[in-house]
């Protein structure tokens, strides 16, 4: 009776916030090299303020803040950080030094964060400095000082407190899981529907969006920087170290096919196995870490008019691909993207009304399909 007593006078004991979880991210790419271009696209500053727009997923009422560094060849000062207008310290500081290629957790900080909610986080940059932790396509307007800019710059993620039954999702891939050609700050990417159809069915779950714009499961960028390095090379940062990942999805494999060619760059030439044995390897590096993972089906993508991207012989191998998935056991759970999507009267096409006009990449409603035909029962 003394016990139960204790409970009714004190509700939250029965459900502790004991750990971490993810609620918002993005992955980075590599630093522009030339400084010319740098300036131009507004990545370098001094004695100004960022002020970078991102929507979370999970809500809590504790979060800290991860300031990346990455790729960055030198240390980078951040001389303060807000979160709306609440200050952010770092072991009791207001300011912090990133070291090279380095990522930095905020000390945590009492927020009411509500789930499913725009949130504004500040960075003041005292002095002259090259952006790194770059996530080049954030379709989410941001500032320096008024200058609007479409890039997230050092912040590299956001995480609140949660109770033991939380855990974080991790979607993983290109530019289709990074919402390209989505509504811009609308929020309308598959991992934001996916969030909010988790969210009701599980309130303490979080989902990290680390997908990026032309990335390869098996090759670095080979015309934009911007693309990322290859996923195998950004596994580990982009998903293993993300606190409490107990579950993984993974869409890649669509840019190894059209990004490479005859026409294009015929030494990055792929098959369809080698884009299996590149998916595998991401499935038994989660598997090691005890991270539940689904394959996503590659989407259709005949008649995108970029240059060399698509051919017969690619489709062959894309439908290749698919079938491995569906049929391998390689990995714990199959998520059928491509049958959402895809055209039932024309095999191999985006429903017209899914398709955002490259044949290519959804928009809004495709992307709302993508998320809608994700099992929730694989999240219990």
Known sequence: M??????????????????????WGASPSPQ??????????GLIFSNQT???????????????VRLSNAYGKTPVLIGS?????????????????????ALVLSDPVAFDLAPNSDVAVSL?????????????AAQQTNYVGTTPIKSWIFLSGIDVLAPENAFTV?????????????????????PNYFADRLLKEYVNAGVLDEGIGGNRILHDPNSNIAFGVNALARFDRDVLAQPAVKYLIVLEGINDLGHAGPNLFPNEQVSAQDIIAGLSQLAARAHEKGIKIY????????????????????????????????????????????????????????????DSGDHLHPKDEGYRAMAEAIDLALFK
Do not use: C
């Not at 522009?32 to 696209?41: C, E, G, H, V």
């Not at 891939?173 to 700050?185: A, F, L, P, V, Y």
């Open 170 to 190: 991790v979607t993983f891939g290109d530019s289709i899981t990074d919402g390209s050609r989505s509504t811009e700050n609308a929020n309308h990417r598959w």
């Open 81 to 101: 950080v807000h979160i709306a207008d609440k200050a952010v310290t770092f072991d009791g500081k207001t300011s912090v030094m990133i070291p090279a290629d």
């Open 295 to 354: 394959g996503a089906t590659l989407t259709p993508f005949i008649g995108t008019p970029f240059p060399g991207y698509y051919s017969d012989e690619k489709e062959a191998m894309r439908k290749a691909v698919n079938e491995w998935i569906r049929t391998s056991h390689a990995f714990d759970g199959v998520i059928d993207f491509e049958k959402a999507v895809e055209d039932p009267a024309n095999p191999g096409h985006i429903r017209p009304e899914f």
């Open 50 to 64: 960022v002020r970078e727009i991102v929507h979370v997923s999970a809500g809590g009422s504790m979060i800290r």
């Open 32 to 41: 522009l090299t030339d400084a010319a271009q740098m300036m131009s696209q």
């Open 124 to 136: 003041y940059i005292p002095k002259p400095t090259e952006a790194a932790g770059i996530h080049y």
């Open 2 to 23: 003394r016990v139960f007593s204790i409970l009714l006078a004190f509700p939250f004991l029965a459900a502790a916030q004991s750990h971490w979880i993810g609620t």
